[in-house]
């Protein structure tokens, strides 16, 4: 069973979320979970944020998405795969 988990840490939320979010459109068949994370509640929000993003796409897929956010000034990610030995 084989795993594939995208982190991605945005920097300024208010400059880059919507971006990041157009992209995440544009590739929701291959995300399977999201969970985002920020610091923060009501009127104290952080501006900054984590997504954790488990995806079902082929690994060329998966290494472009990755990418892709990864080029938006502000915003890191890492492709992380996830493997049981048998």
Not at 25 to 36: H, S, V
Not at 51 to 58: A, Q, V
């Amino acid at each position: 069973m084989k795993k594939s988990i995208l982190l991605i840490l945005i920097g300024n939320r208010k400059d880059s979320a919507v971006k990041v979010q157009q992209i995440l459109t544009g590739w929701g068949c291959t995300i399977k979970t999201r969970l985002g994370l920020h610091d923060g509640v009501l009127d104290n929000c952080s501006d900054s944020g984590l997504l954790i993003l488990e995806i079902c796409g082929t690994d060329e897929q998966n290494q472009e998405l990755a990418r892709k956010v990864s080029v938006l000034p502000g915003v890191s990610s890492k492709l992380v795969e996830l493997e049981v030995a048998s």
